[in-house]
Structure formats: C-alpha cells, structure tokens
C-alpha cells in the first residue's frame, strides 16, 4: 500500500477510471456484437444496427477507449459484413 499522499489518490483515480473504461467497453462489445449477430441472420434491423455500433466505436475513440486505426478496422469490418449479406 503506498504512504504518498498522491499515490494514494491515483490509485483512487485509477480505480474510477477503470469502472468506468470497463462499462464502456462492455457496452461496445454489446453494440459490435448485437451487429455481426443481426448482419449474419440476415435481420431486417442489420443497417440500424451497424450504424449504431459504428457511432459508438467513434465513442470510444473520442473518449480514448480505442485507437482510431483499431476503430476503422472495426467499422471496416461491419461495414464489410453488411455489404456481403
């Protein structure tokens, strides 16, 4: 445990900033993966879908979650499945 006043508070930092990162992450997976699943069932809702997981992996980026390069590959990805089906 540290004894410096200011270890002691980016560790408190770092604990709230954790939390949050993994609620974001977790709700970005849920965007990518609710779009591949509809994409590959040929779902109706597949473009709404695909667009709202795009608009939250620019999110994520915004926020420092993802790179961008990992961001395009990503809607690159969906955008690609989309098209195929």
Known sequence: MANIKSQKKRNRQTVVRNARNRSARSELRTHINAATAATAAGDENAAELARSAQKAIDTAVSKGLLKK????RRK????KGLNNA
């Open 69 to 72: 390069n990992t961001a395009a």
């Open 76 to 79: 690159s990805a969906i955008a």
